[in-house]
């Protein structure tokens, strides 16, 4: 297992955003997290991801405990994400987006300024705007890009680092099908490169099509997992996701 959670929980107050959650991460599958909202997806992201200290529990990424570490070490750790809304630098081109996602990956500031020399760097982020079918943008700024070339943007902004897990938070949300199917694509192809991907997503098309495995949440805790065969014919997550 490349990324587990045990007993993982997160409170606001009265609230139980997460409860008493046990979950496993395959390396190498693509795992979807669904559910309602308020099921506690993007929270679970930010427990992950050291945005959120869970009240209880423990989550351990290539059998090392990082429950209580920062963002930063998780994020130099191997794992990778986005958001629901894009998190670019809108004034930024999108090659200079791609160099900015690595700036902790290149040591602290003094190790930053001796090493001036991006050639690499702005090799590697031109062969990923080239992958991701956006290179003609490379010297647009970001904030000029359609919705749907952000999104592909923030992915490369995730790979610069070469993570071996990567969280997706609706990669599919406020896209249109053609650049859907784009990103999606990208996703089986870099997966197949080996790159483990969890994917928080509410169009249950490119859920069922592209998962290997679902977990489903509801009001913080786990009701169903298995095959997307099986989470279809799920009568509790029909009744508490479809509402059936």
Known sequence: MILKG??????????????????????????????????????????????????????????????????YLICLSGISRTFQITHLCPE????????????????????????????EERKKAEEILSFLGIDRLKNDPAGSLSYGQQKLLELGTVLMPNPELVLLDEPAGGVNPTLIKRIMDRILQMNERGITFVIVEHNMDVVMNYSHRIIVLDHGKKIAEGLPKDIKENKEVIKAYFGG
């Open 6 to 71: 045990k007993n993982v929980t997160k409170k606001f107050g009265d609230l139980v955003a997460v409860d008493s959650l046990d979950f496993e991460v395959k390396e190498g599958e693509i795992l979807s997290i669904i559910g309602p909202n308020g099921s506690g997806k993007t929270t679970l992201f930010n427990c992950i991801t050291g945005i959120y200290k869970p009240n209880d529990g423990e989550i351990y990424f290539k059998e090392k405990n990082i429950t209580k570490k920062p963002p």
């Open 92 to 119: 930024l081109t999108c090659t200079e987006n791609l160099l900015l996602s690595i700036q902790e990956h290149k040591g602290n500031l003094f190790s930053r300024l001796i090493h001036l020399d991006e050639s």
